[in-house]
């Protein structure tokens, strides 16, 4: 009699799932901090792009060698000019936008992300391309204001993300008061995140969105809207044993945004099937269901960009693929975007794949957080392990601008991933 074959738990109970989610965290943030030296003026976005892909296809062939289970890239190589708000990656083929160059001063976004098992992570850093206004290792004025706002934004946002009540402390009684507070609301959300960008003149990104994580899922069935545009609006709240692809995005205009002209080059499978007529629609497809699954895929990653071009129009038009329209800033001003790929576990939040702490001495501007609240947020651990590492910080002025809070407890919470391996 045939043994029955035991179902695999992919939840974060297992220990194994976040083994892998962190193994693809550790590539992604390796491969970004390498991407990121490559990004200097005159160097042409396509080219950064193939470099990042390779860099990625090359780490991830060093893990989990001779194991029969899937992995690669979960997504592309993007890099994203000043005033872009998605991720953007040109085409080879395609002269005008394959021959676009970096210039100084650019607020590039970085994006990128692997993928173990179908256990994915993404990131995305902003950075700036040296210049003469920033040639002293300094950056002032509206970059310094973008880049602080982004970067505080995204630690509040973190620290809203812990379901209420887990990281209480005090008597039991006190613990089972803050167990009882209703979650943010996200309207709440917004709100508050607003308050950290308006102190520094800027304005969250019209309708971005976080995302629940799961296994060859990306786009799950719970997202967070900021700032929501027409039409849309969130669903359901963060809980314990969830992955999150948390975003923030700001902006130095108003945070509307427009559809870019640009050639939509970044694609997705979805989970619906269709009668393609074409041979080049047939053959991509099954080119990118080898290759990537149900993650992102640029046109510029497959094996023929020029029949790719041809055959993804009847895939998108019949709903095989999802296209990803290139969006930018609708008053064409520079636009700050973080993505981390963070676990709520039992402990609090971990940050899977996140960006570098930026020197947040190096910014300088006039413009601070002074919202009590605010600031009161800030100083919270994100996990029960960190709570009692930024304590000596927590002894200096009351009213200290924020960013000496946030560098506090951005040091604790680069021992995250440590910390929680035992977590579940």
Request: hydrophobic residues 35%; aromatic residues 4%; neutral net charge.
């Amino acid at each position: 009699m045939a043994e029955e074959k035991q179902e695999i738990d992919y939840s974060l109970a297992n220990p194994d799932t976040l083994t892998k989610y962190k193994t693809a965290a550790q590539i992604s943030e390796k491969v970004l901090a390498a991407v990121s030296r490559l990004c200097i003026a005159d160097e042409k976005i396509v080219t950064i792009c193939e470099k990042g892909d390779k860099l990625l296809d090359e780490e991830i062939s060093k893990v989990y060698r001779g194991k029969k289970i899937t992995k690669g890239i979960s997504h592309p190589t993007t890099v994203s000019p000043s005033s872009f708000v998605t991720p953007y990656t040109p085409l080879t083929i395609d002269e005008a936008e394959a021959n676009v160059q970096l210039k100084p001063g650019d607020v590039i976004k970085i994006q990128l992300g692997a993928q173990i098992d179908g256990f994915g992570s993404i990131v995305c850093d902003t950075i700036i391309i040296p210049g003469e206004s920033n040639s002293n290792d300094e950056i002032t004025g509206r970059q310094a204001d973008l880049t602080l706002a982004t970067y505080y934004a995204n630690e509040l946002l973190l620290r809203l993300m812990i379901p209420r009540g887990l990281l209480a402390t005090g008597t039991d009684e006190e613990k089972a008061k803050a167990a009882k507070e209703k979650p943010y609301t996200q309207t709440q959300i917004t709100a508050l995140l607003e308050k950290v960008v308006k102190s520094y003149n800027c304005n969250l990104v019209e309708s971005t969105t976080s995302w629940l994580f799961g296994r060859n899922e990306i786009e799950g069935t719970k997202k967070i809207v900021l700032a929501p545009g027409d039409g849309s609006k969130g669903e359901g709240v963060p809980e314990i044993g969830e992955v999150w692809g948390v975003e923030m995005g700001v902006s130095l205009g108003s945070g509307k945004v427009k559809t870019l002209e640009n050639r939509p080059t970044l694609h997705r499978r979805t989970a619906l099937t269709y009668g393609l007529k074409r041979p080049s629609s047939r053959k991509i497809l099954s080119e990118v269901v080898k290759k990537f699954g149900t993650f992102p895929f640029s046109l510029r990653q497959l094996e023929d960009e020029r029949e790719a071009r041809v055959g993804v129009v009847e895939c998108v038009r019949g709903g095989v693929f999802r296209q990803y329209e290139v969006v930018g800033d609708k008053d064409n001003e520079a636009v700050g975007r973080l993505l981390t790929t963070i676990a709520i576990t039992k402990n609090g939040l971990t940050k899977l794949g996140a960006a570098p702490t930026p020197d947040l001495s190096k910014f300088k501007t006039d413009n601070k957080i002074t919202d009590e609240e605010i600031l009161k947020i800030l100083e919270q651990p994100t996990n029960k392990n960190s709570g009692n590492k930024p304590k000596s910080k927590k002894k200096k002025k009351a009213k200290k601008p924020a960013a000496a809070v946030a560098s506090a407890t951005a040091a604790a919470d680069e021992d995250d991933e440590d910390d929680d391996d035992d977590d579940e």
